[in-house]
């Protein structure tokens, strides 16, 4: 059984400042590509950021310039810096990451349970 688990959500005001962590456990044998998505209310799930396990970054549009994302491979850790927050980036954040286990040893899709970032004055 394999776990991610965020941390770092929070209230911040426009402008501010957010560091987002996710750690997976469990009986890992290696993780690929690992990313990060959100869901603002009504909406659907989208791409914010993704990493290679090489550390070749991707990032949508409305984020490049003001997040980074981060990996650790030694400890299985995916990051999310977020800087210069807009309250259109208030949503739920999900890490998700593509896992290699000895039961799905072609990797599958593995997600976080969300971890809420709200930007507001």
């Known amino acids: 059984q394999v776990q991610l688990v965020e941390s770092g959500g929070g209230l911040v005001q426009p402008g501010g400042s957010l560091r987002l962590s996710c750690a997976a456990s469990?009986?890992?044998?290696?993780?690929?590509?690992m990313g990060w998505y959100r869901q603002a209310p009504g909406k659907q799930r989208g791409l914010v950021a993704t990493?290679?396990?090489?550390?070749?970054?991707n990032y949508v549009y409305s984020v490049k310039g003001r997040f980074t994302i981060s990996r650790d491979n030694a400890k299985n850790m995916v990051f999310l810096q977020m800087n210069s927050l807009k309250p259109e980036d208030t949503a739920v954040y999900y890490c998700?990451?593509?896992?290699?286990?000895?039961?799905?040893?072609?990797?599958?899709?593995?997600w976080g349970q969300g971890t809420q970032v709200t930007v507001s004055s």
């Open positions: 469990g009986s890992i044998l290696s993780i690929n590509d």
């Open positions: 998700n990451a593509e896992i290699r286990t000895a039961v799905h040893p072609w990797g599958y899709r593995a």
């Open positions: 990493i290679t396990r090489c550390g070749n970054t």
